[in-house]
């Protein structure tokens, strides 16, 4: 794994949160009423979780999205200061509250409801007003908790400028051949890849996207096609303790990696292993690990 010694320049556009954590003894079936023996809140939302994670592996890391002004959109804004990002383009509103995520989660399960508000409420716009930044950016991250009308204007942006992009395509949706087409990078939950594809056919969409799809499960494997043969990367000696920000882990893993001028290969196993250090921690933040824990 080689790290230059540039500082690779990142912005990612997309979702913040507070998680609420639930811990129960089971996850509750449709009218079923549980008690949470434990609850937690944490920092969360895709684009806060990338964000984070390449900013702790060294990256100077521009962060756009929107909150609304209340004490949490505060709190989110603090931690991001706290984190080294750039959050001169995070926006407020006051017509909708900060984001929300309410996770009830047991022995390893979980049911997750997100209530994006203010998240709905990112621009192109904003987007836009970010323009100078891109020019010198060295990749762009995405996810899929703002809308697809600031997606799709984000990666014909960052095309324009020539930036790499890569797409944590989640929560799934389908996905027009001008987004797959586009990006660099994608990376999908194997469960939903019919979603994000409208297909199932899994070996005939990864010889399609060689080395540009990685597909995800829940125990840290990721599939990918080189061109030439299927690859799997997975970690024995992994334990996927808590799965809360795995695929964003692996997101900012990989784009560091390719930042770095890595190989495909070496940008999956680095992806692989910044997931598995977050499963070892409760949030999608907290486990998150920085350029000092790998390079000591």
Do not use: W
Request: glycine share 8%; charged share 25%; aromatic share 10%.
């Amino acid at each position: 794994m080689n790290f230059s010694s540039e500082q690779p320049k990142i912005i990612v556009v997309g979702s913040s949160s507070i998680d609420l954590v639930l811990e129960t003894e089971k996850v509750p079936c449709p009218n079923e009423t549980v008690i949470a023996r434990h609850s937690e809140s944490y920092f969360g939302g895709k684009g806060a979780n990338q964000a984070v994670g390449t900013a702790r592996l060294g990256a100077s890391v521009y962060f756009i999205g929107c909150v609304g002004m209340d004490p949490l959109g505060q709190q989110i804004m603090r931690n991001m200061v706290n984190e080294n990002i750039n959050v001169g383009f995070v926006y407020e509103t006051d017509e909708e509250a900060t984001g929300t995520a309410y996770v009830t989660t047991s022995d390893g399960s979980a049911a997750i409801v997100v209530v994006p508000a203010a998240n709905n409420f990112l621009s192109i716009e904003h987007v836009e007003a970010a323009d100078k930044y891109f020019h010198t950016a060295d990749l762009v991250l995405l996810q899929l908790e703002v809308s697809m009308k600031v997606i799709e204007y984000t990666i014909r942006k960052a095309k324009k400028y020539g930036n790499k992009v890569g797409l944590y395509a989640s929560p799934a949706q389908r996905l027009h051949d001008e987004v797959l087409d586009n990006v660099d990078f994608i990376v999908v939950k194997s469960s939903e890849l019919h979603i994000v594809f409208g297909e199932d056919q899994r070996e005939e969409i990864l010889k399609k996207y060689f080395n540009k799809l990685f597909v995800r499960d829940d125990i840290n494997s990721t599939v990918y096609f080189d061109g030439t043969e299927m690859k799997y990367c997975r970690n024995d000696k992994d334990k996927t303790v808590y799965k809360m920000g795995m695929g964003d882990a692996f997101t900012s893993g990989f784009a560091i990696a390719l930042c770095h001028q890595n190989s495909i290969e070496e940008c999956v196993k680095f992806g692989n292993e910044v997931s598995a250090r977050v499963s070892g921690k409760k949030g999608s933040q907290t486990g998150l690990p920085r350029v000092s824990d790998f390079f000591s």
